[in-house]
């Protein structure tokens, strides 16, 4: 995740100089963080998907975009040492079986850490990857780590409508096979 990123630092974004205020803390000094903006965008299925640079000061989907930095960044850091902790509870109580469930909550664990990453050293989340259908509509831009997240929970479904039951039923032939003693 945080070498695409650089990537796009590199290959889609250029130095901005003068530029007030700077759009993820509009209440602080212009000289806390690089400027950068989108330079160019690269088409890489015509009409459907292109890489285009982004600066995303708010959450997913651009939550608590519009409110000031020092609302944001505590609320963040909140929400990231929650998670962490609650990801890690979860890692705890797996069972040897549910090996879906412990790749979910890596590629979760490991997202976030990667936009926290982010939110630490920038004050916002770089996002690059852009799918649209023509100019009819669009999904918001997004990055690797927002994909490992948006993976992980879509295992967690599979898992909980899928893989659970089958689990609770094959745990519930061997309860009845078992001899009682």
């Known amino acids: 995740d945080q070498g695409t990123k650089r990537w796009a ?49 708010g959450g997913a989907f651009s939550i608590l975009q519009q409110q000031k930095q020092s609302l944001r960044r505590p609320f963040f850091y909140a929400a990231y040492l929650l998670s962490g902790l609650l990801l890690m509870y979860f890692f705890v109580k797996l069972r040897e079986n549910e090996k879906v469930l412990l790749l979910a909550f890596s590629a979760i664990l490991g997202g976030a850490i990667g936009n926290a990453i982010d939110r630490i050293a920038r004050s916002y989340v770089v996002d690059f990857v852009y799918w649209h259908w023509r100019d009819a509509a669009s999904w918001p831009i997004f990055n690797i780590a927002d994909v490992g997240i948006t993976v992980g929970l879509a295992l967690i479904l599979v898992d909980t409508f ?20």
């Open 162 to 181: 899928f893989l659970a039951p089958a689990r609770e039923r094959k745990a519930g032939v061997a309860r009845t096979a078992a001899p009682n003693g």
């Open 9 to 57: 630092d590199a290959a889609l974004a250029r130095p901005v100089e003068g530029h007030f205020p700077p759009r993820c803390n509009p209440e602080g000094p212009v000289a806390e963080r690089e400027l950068l903006e989108a330079a160019r965008e690269i088409d890489v299925i015509d009409g459907f998907f292109e890489l285009r640079y982004s600066e995303n000061c």
